[in-house]
């Protein structure tokens, strides 16, 4: 008889375990029965419930007893009922299960038991719904051979380890002539005899979950049998070829989840057959061709998702099967449209005005052409509108001002032209997200405009946005702030750095902005900030929090880089002073900065030596020092950046040789040396290598 263990877990929730609660008014039982009395008294004498959950364990009617329900006649103990976090110890529940014979109900779920869960539970004929999903894959089948419970409905085993049960496990399942609902989620299933099945005897399963496992084999044309059918995943199993025709004929399938099989192929025509469908998920497989015109019969469709595919062709300009359905309107129901990362071509068709419960469009990163159509601010429920990464011109339709659930608007990378007034934000007071970026859009408002919204992530890059933007005044809630090369010829604000210090991105490059920066820089820890390509000008600012990248080429800034700077920025990844004029050496700290990927400090005024600290930064990926008045000797340290892809050291006063452990450098693929004083007789002829290296590239 195998022994099954059980360990206190973390407790990661506060709320109580769900509960059935049973007493003798309700089941007419005195007492419950004194072998399932003796079990249960020595389940708990294992368990530690430092929570107290199971006060109510005392005394001899266990049918009063939390979680605990008894048959209304002779006082059996037919229903266990202790799933979510529960902490317990160790305790042999062999005994336990075993003593238990009338079990009807047993639900052990994320309690968290570990160990191999023993074959005994086969001798629980009467059970009907077993429950022992696992967390962490903390338990283990050995084989399926106990799986005769005839009267067993429901089986819940998601993320309990099945990988050793043998290719024979489909088959002993589908003896269980009573089963409606079968979930194997992340069981560690392999390839085996998935594919096929005959005969399916599944006569009442309506609820199958297979998803994450590693099946690689053929779709299960078998399920398209079994007529019962309401909720299928089958996503993240490994599953190929095409989705059977056959599917479209489960007359009652609901939900369909396939996603993340990432080689499934063609589409059925015939999905418009599929009118009790809710949910069809195919995100990230291999779809092919378009989108067939007779789903618009799909009445009760709310989530449609079939992004990251290889549809091609357009969208039909008119759909089918609308008469099915009780408005006379294409796919009544539909609150999710989700086709982005596909390459889909043509135009945004008008039927999209007709969805009215509409609250999600995604179409971004296709080939969309053509105008936005205006009937899309007509939507009344849209929430997220992201049309990005398309081939879309024209300008951004007025109507868009009417969409007051709008919560994200992203028109980004398209060809949009044309001039954007307060009217098109007159009633997006839920925006929280705008991306206008890579477009040729000029924002034309009043200086004293309050926008209606308090908006977290703006991106107008590439706007035309005039003088430095004063309604930014009023927003509280900013996070990102990306209005780089926005034709913006002014100086900064002083109010604007009184809320930047909540910003976790800032992009104000390619700008004409001039004047100096504030010392200390209001700062929001670990942020990217990018001022580069502008006018600004004064001594290099200290943030008040370490930044992740900070970007100031290209700018009139002077002084000396602060010796403390790897104190105040020590997980700085990217930083770039390059095009300045910026003196003095570098500060040797530099070596404690050891996350760094990129240092670009070329075309300035540096002098002194490189300090060989700079060994240290072990993650560095480009190293740029070009154009300075750096001399002295190449340091040796330099070979042990063994990730460093780029170096440049040109046009400086370097002198010496070319130190041999360079050649430790075997992801390098751009080397500059040039215009320096360097020896030609280096050791081991290593200036001649890398002069061929540089000469290559």
């Not at 496992?213 to 019962?228: A, G, Q, R």
Request: with cysteine; hydrophobic share 40%; charged share 15%.
């Amino acid at each position: 008889m195998e022994r099954l263990q059980v360990c206190m877990l973390f407790l990661v929730m506060l709320h109580s375990i769900a509960v059935e609660f049973a007493c003798n008014a309700q089941n007419g039982a005195t007492n419950c029965s004194a072998n399932d009395l003796e079990a249960l008294v020595d389940f708990k004498n294992g368990l530690n419930d430092p929570e107290n959950r199971l006060l109510s364990w005392q005394g001899r009617d266990c049918c009063k007893w939390r979680g605990i329900r008894c048959s209304n006649t002779a006082g059996s103990v037919i229903k266990i009922d202790l799933h979510n976090p529960f902490p317990v110890n160790s305790v042999d529940v062999t005994r336990f299960v075993g003593s238990l014979k009338n079990f009807e109900y047993l639900n052990l779920s994320k309690a968290g038991f570990f160990g191999t869960i023993p074959p005994t539970l086969g001798n629980l004929s009467h059970l009907q719904y077993l429950d022992v999903s696992s967390e962490f894959s903390a338990l283990t089948v050995e084989s399926f051979q106990w799986v005769s419970l005839v009267s067993l409905k429901y089986l819940g085993m998601n993320q309990v380890g099945l990988s050793m049960v043998g290719s024979t496990w489909l088959e002993m399942l589908n003896q269980l002539p009573h089963l409606t609902e079968l979930h194997l989620s992340s069981c560690g299933l392999l390839s085996g005899s998935i594919s096929y099945l005959t005969p399916v005897n599944f006569s009442s399963l309506a609820v199958i979950d297979l998803s994450f496992n590693s099946f690689k084999s053929m779709f299960p044309s078998w399920l398209v049998n079994i007529s019962s059918l309401e909720y299928m995943d089958l996503s993240n199993s490994g599953f190929r070829g095409r989705i059977p025709l056959g599917i479209s004929e489960i007359p009652r399938l609901r939900y369909l989840n396939l996603a993340l099989n990432k080689n499934l192929r063609k589409l059925p025509r015939s999905i418009g057959n599929m009118t009790f469908l809710t949910h069809f998920n195919l995100f990230l497989n291999n779809i092919e061709g378009g989108i067939p015109s007779t789903f618009g019969g799909l009445c009760n469709l709310i989530n449609f998702d079939l992004s990251g595919n290889s549809l091609s062709g357009s969208l039909p300009e008119t759909l089918e099967g609308m008469e099915k359905c009780d408005s006379k309107r294409p796919l009544p129901s539909l609150r999710y449209l989700k086709l982005s990362n596909n390459g889909l071509v043509g135009k945004v068709p008008e039927w999209f005005g007709q969805l009215k419960n509409l609250q999600q469009l995604r179409l971004a990163f296709n080939f969309f052409e053509g105008p936005i159509p205006a009937s899309l601010g007509k939507l009344p429920n849209l929430t997220n509108l992201v049309l990005s990464r398309n081939q879309l011109n024209g300008t951004l339709p007025d109507s868009f001002g009417q969409l007051s659930e709008l919560s994200i608007l992203d028109v980004s990378s398209n060809f949009l032209t044309g001039t954007l007034s307060e009217f098109h934000f007159k009633n997006l007071s839920k925006v929280k997200i705008l991306g206008l970026s890579s477009n040729s859009l000029t924002l034309n408002v009043n200086p004293n405009w309050i926008p209606p919204f308090q908006i977290g992530n703006v991106a107008m890059g590439s706007c035309h946005l005039g003088p430095f933007p004063t309604w930014l005044k009023s927003q509280k809630e900013l996070k990102f702030l990306d209005i780089s090369n926005a034709s913006i010829s002014d100086s900064i604000p002083g109010w604007f750095w009184d809320s930047s210090s909540s910003l976790s991105l800032l992009n104000f490059s390619f700008n004409q902005l001039n004047g100096e920066l504030p010392n200390p820089f209001p700062a929001f820890p670990f942020a990217d900030i990018d001022l580069s390509e502008n006018l600004l000008k004064g001594t290099i600012p200290l943030p008040s929090a370490p930044f992740e990248l900070l970007d100031l080429s290209n700018n009139k800034f002077q002084g000396h880089i602060p010796q403390n700077i790897s104190e105040v920025m020590p997980d700085l990844i990217f930083l770039s002073l390059s095009g300045n004029e910026i003196s003095g050496e570098i500060p040797a700290t530099i070596g404690k900065m050891t996350l760094f990927q990129v240092i670009d400090l070329s075309n300035n005024k540096l002098t002194g030596n490189i300090p060989s600290s700079i060994g240290k930064c072990s993650y560095l990926k480009a190293l740029d020092l070009g154009n300075n008045n750096l001399s002295g000797s190449v340091p040796s340290s330099l070979g042990q950046l063994i990730q460093l892809q780029s170096l440049h050291l040109n046009d400086n006063k370097f002198s010496g040789g070319v130190p041999f452990s360079l050649k430790n450098l075997f992801s390098l693929e751009t080397l500059a040396l040039g215009n320096n004083r360097l020896s030609e007789s280096s050791p081991h002829g290593s200036l001649m290598f890398f002069k061929t290296l540089e000469s290559s590239d």
